[in-house]
């Protein structure tokens, strides 16, 4: 028998970079926990690791922009994963919100949300945001699956 985390990276899922803007600074992590809550009004989620680096920049600023990546983004997965915060946003094609959130230009979709609620679940913490702006445009998102990025291919 594997491990739990072994066990639940057999789900298919997208690759997201989660932004924020705290106490003058800029913070970013690679997500693969987002999902939708509702349609109306349009509300998602992601969970942040109550370990992790960023998280009382996620869990105490006032939102957060949700950046789903497009398949030729993976080294931008890669460096938010594991690069320095400062490393992180050291790339062209950043855009600031009026939410002063820093966006990816070249994402295949995004959602800037306004922090509504933080749940208290485990080992994570659960964000639910109201999306305020979004946008998306054509092109295949990026996939991740037993640790391994790529694509689906849809049938």
Excluded at 95 to 117: H, T
């Amino acid at each position: 028998m594997g491990s739990i985390k072994d066990a639940m990276s057999c789900f298919t899922t997208g690759v997201t970079v989660v932004t924020t803007h705290f106490e003058g600074q800029d913070w970013g992590m690679t997500c693969n926990s987002f999902n939708t809550v509702s349609l109306e009004p349009p509300m998602v989620l992601w969970s942040v690791n109550k370990k992790a680096h960023s998280h009382r920049a996620f869990t105490e600023s006032s939102g957060y922009l949700v950046n789903v990546l497009r398949l030729e983004q993976k080294d931008l997965a890669m460096r938010f994963a594991t690069g320095s915060q400062a490393e992180r946003f050291e790339i062209d094609h950043l855009v600031r919100q009026s939410s002063q959130r820093l966006r990816l230009d070249q994402s295949l979709a995004w959602f800037d949300c306004r922090l509504e609620r933080v749940i208290d679940v485990g080992d994570h913490h659960v964000l639910i945001g109201l999306v305020e702006r979004f946008d998306h445009h054509p092109g295949v998102g990026l996939a991740v699956a037993q640790r391994q990025m790529g694509h689906l291919s849809v049938v």
